[in-house]
């Protein structure tokens, strides 16, 4: 299975500051058909998750566009250029190019 | 708009079974591919099964395999996870069960909650 390691765990975010997570998969997650199957989830506090990004870089619709993903083979990025209070919660990187489907272990943002 | 509603979460004993369902609505179901995912108490994500639009192809974690069985009913738009054999033990299945969209889990339910305990 691949394995999706994320970093780092905890996140303290100052508000109006920038925010960073890694996401490293333990091979390749280009598929055969050229695409790259990495996604990125939300889950605020008490919610169910939400796409955010999809295909490494594609933002799904009405997610703001402070929310950005870059990466290639199996380092990814998702950066939120200015954290607002709404973004408090655990961020999953998810990889659908192999079977069985995985996620990473999540990274709480929280506000400092 | 586009949703998905579980129901059929509860308390089953260990060794007991329980069948989920996930009503689709405001989308086009029989042209998706349909997972349910799992995330255990304060703990991450992890996807349990998926099937194809017709029902052809079935795919399952295995810690669930041969006792997790998904299908589906695209004239009535549901979703369903037959679960037997339920564990109370280090591969326990008590969980959020979610009811998600496709293979890049685009659209997620409110999920259903199971807790197996005797």
């Known amino acids: 299975d691949v394995v999706m390691t994320q970093s780092p765990l905890s996140l303290p975010v100052t508000l109006g500051q920038p925010a960073s997570i890694s996401c490293r998969s333990s091979?390749?997650?280009?598929?055969?058909?050229?695409?790259?199957?990495l996604t990125w989830l939300q889950q605020r506090p008490g919610q169910s998750p939400r796409r955010l990004i999809y295909?490494?870089?594609n933002r799904e619709s009405g997610v703001p566009d402070r929310f950005s993903g870059s990466g290639s083979g199996t380092d990814f990025t998702l950066k939120i250029s200015r954290v607002e209070a709404e973004d408090v919660g655990v961020y999953y990187c998810?990889?659908?190019?192999?079977?069985?489907?995985?996620f990473g272990g999540g990274t709480n943002v929280e506000i400092k | 708009e586009v949703q998905l509603v579980e129901s059929g979460g509860g308390l089953v004993q260990p060794g007991g079974s329980l069948r989920l369902s996930c009503a689709a609505s405001?989308?086009?179901?029989?042209?998706?591919?349909m997972s349910w995912v799992r995330q255990a108490p304060g703990k991450g994500l992890e996807w349990v099964a998926n099937?194809?639009?017709?029902?052809?192809?079935?795919?399952?974690?295995d810690s669930v395999k041969g006792r997790f069985t998904i299908s589906r009913d695209n004239a009535k738009n549901l979703l369903w996870l037959q679960m037997n054999s339920l564990r109370a033990d280090d591969t326990a299945d008590t969980a959020v069960y979610y009811c998600?969209?496709?293979?890049?889990?685009?659209?997620w339910g409110q999920g259903t909650t199971v807790t197996v305990s005797s």
């Open positions: 998600v969209r496709g293979w890049g889990l685009d659209v």
């Open positions: 405001g989308f086009g179901f029989s042209g998706y591919w």
């Open positions: 099937i194809k639009q017709d029902g052809s192809e079935k795919y399952y974690v």
């Open positions: 091979q390749s997650l280009v598929s055969s058909d050229g695409n790259t199957y």
């Open positions: 295909k490494v870089s």
């Open positions: 998810m990889q659908s190019t192999h079977r069985p489907l995985t």
